[in-house]
Nanobody, 119 residues
């Protein structure tokens, strides 16, 4: 079992930055692919970023590419999402997730942290 706890959300003005953290329990964190997702009210959950087990490979959709950066610290069982140049449309609840087997559905999810970007 893996427990994920997000933190770092809040209210920020457009153009500002936030850094989200996701602390994971479990001794096998370093073997998981980790991802960030978000869900805005009335919208479907959206993929935001992912990072492979050793942090070398990262993926982003076009909506956040160049503004968001995912990273991880396996020694601290933590994954981060640095968000720069935030836009009002980035407003959502942000979730981190752990994927045990590559290319399979994510297995574990955090409770989410609210990010609100004001215009």
């Amino acid at each position: 079992q893996v427990s994920l706890v997000e933190s770092g959300g809040g209210l920020v003005q457009a153009g500002g930055s936030l850094r989200l953290s996701c602390a994971a329990s479990g001794r096998t964190f370093s073997s998981y692919t980790m991802g960030w997702f978000r869900q805005a009210p009335g919208k479907e959950r959206e993929y935001v970023a992912s990072i492979n087990w050793n942090g070398i490979t990262t993926y982003y959709p076009d909506s956040v590419k160049g503004r968001f950066t995912i990273s991880r610290d396996n020694a601290k069982n933590t994954v981060f999402l640095q968000m720069n140049s935030l836009k009002p449309e980035d407003t959502a609840v942000y979730y981190c997730a752990a994927q045990i087997v590559r290319n399979r559905p994510y297995d574990y999810w955090g409770q989410g942290t609210q990010v609100t970007v004001s215009s």
